[in-house]
């Protein structure tokens, strides 16, 4: 059963725009939401996270919005870039020290 | 300060032929993690460990993985006999243990990928 449900699979952006990346999960008992960044070759990277006592964190280019009540939250990256071309994976755990249970993944490409 | 290590960075092997991948954490991590990537995919828990116990294990194959973390540093996981459906990049991931209410990152390996023909 998956538990976290990531949308879309894929995603083309122009250079500049706004790629925005949804998940929703179940388990109510889920309580801290990374998303890690991934290249190919490499493990996944933290990129940003976000607890359920806040509705918005920003860092730099990168906003979560969180909404509690609709089990949902989302990536946006703003002015993306060709940089930023990777998979996009979200996540949820109930604690601190439990495993990550990950979404499927979203690949962006972000052409010129 | 050095990442996650991993070895090797890939494997092919036949099916039914075994196979073992190595994991070493970032120094003084005392929870490790065995995620398998299949192609496509999230990864998903394999093993948990804290120090040398094995904390969660209840998505690991055990009639053919099988995984150790002698004296809480290193980590082994092992297949044995691998089936065509284990090919996948295995990922190792450590984090700091603060404390049981505390999120405490998970620093990912570059993974092994493991290809069985």
């Known amino acids: 059963q998956q538990q976290v449900k990531q949308s879309p699979q894929s995603l083309i952006v122009q250079k500049g725009g706004i790629s925005i990346i949804n998940c929703a999960y179940e388990?109510?008992?889920?309580?801290?939401f990374p998303w890690y960044q991934q290249f190919p070759g490499k493990g996944p990277a933290l990129l940003i996270a976000i607890r359920p006592d806040v509705s918005e964190k920003k860092e730099g280019r990168f906003t979560i919005s969180f909404n509690k009540s609709a089990k949902q939250f989302s990536l946006h990256i703003m002015d993306s870039q060709p940089g930023d071309s990777a998979t996009y994976f979200c996540?949820?755990?109930?604690?601190?020290?439990?495993?990550?249970?990950f979404g499927k993944g979203t690949r962006l490409s972000v052409i010129a | 300060e050095a990442g996650v290590a991993q070895s090797p960075r890939y494997k092919i092997i036949e099916k039914r032929q075994s196979v073992a991948f190595w994991c070493n954490p970032i120094s003084g991590h005392a929870t490790l993690y065995w995620y398998q990537q299949i192609l496509g995919q999230g990864p998903k828990l394999l093993i948990q460990f804290q120090n040398n116990g094995v904390v969660d294990d209840s998505q690991l194959p055990k009639d053919r993985f099988s995984a150790e973390r002698l004296k809480g540093v290193d980590s082994t996981l092992k297949i044995q006999p691998a089936k065509l459906e284990d090919s996948a990049v295995y990922l190792c991931?450590?984090?700091?243990?603060?404390?049981?209410?505390?999120?405490?990152?998970?620093?990912f390996g570059p993974g092994t990928r493991l290809t069985v023909l």
């Open positions: 991931a450590s984090s700091l243990f603060k404390s049981w209410g505390l999120y405490n990152e998970q620093f």
């Open positions: 388990n109510t008992a889920f309580d801290y």
């Open positions: 996540a949820a755990t109930p604690s601190g020290n439990t495993p990550l249970v």
